[in-house]
Nanobody
């Protein structure tokens, strides 16, 4: 079972930046993908960005141009660089992983089938 642990969350003012990290066990064979999701208080979970083992990325519309997902295989670490944050970005951010390419589709469909999830890191953006 892949273990994932997020970090990097915190409080920032509107317009600020944060970089989230997710350290995980390494998939040692085949294709795999990782993704970021978020859940604001009182709202449903939503996809943010995904990346696969070939480096392919996908983003949901409301973060395009502001967030960047990246993967450092040497450190088994997934990143989410977030810029131009606004109060609507306030949420618990979770990373997920799967040994497939499904993370991309999972951003806008059922993500419950992804194999591994972290416990989340909280991001709070004040106006």
């Amino acid at each position: 079972q892949v273990q994932l642990e997020e970090s990097g969350g915190g409080s920032v003012e509107s317009g600020g930046s944060l970089r989230l990290s997710c350290v995980g066990s390494e998939y040692t064979y085949g294709r795999y993908c990782m993704a970021w999701f978020r859940q604001a208080p009182g709202k449903a979970r939503e996809g943010v960005a995904a990346i696969d083992s070939d480096g392919g990325t996908s983003y949901v519309d409301f973060v395009k141009g502001r967030f960047t997902i990246s993967l450092d295989n040497t450190k088994n670490t997934l990143y989410l660089q977030m810029t131009t944050l606004n109060p609507e970005d306030t949420a618990m951010y979770y990373c997920a992983a799967d040994q497939s390419d499904y993370c991309h589709a999972a951003l806008t469909s059922d993500a419950n089938n992804l194999a591994a999830w972290g416990r989340g890191t909280m991001v709070t953006v004040s106006s």
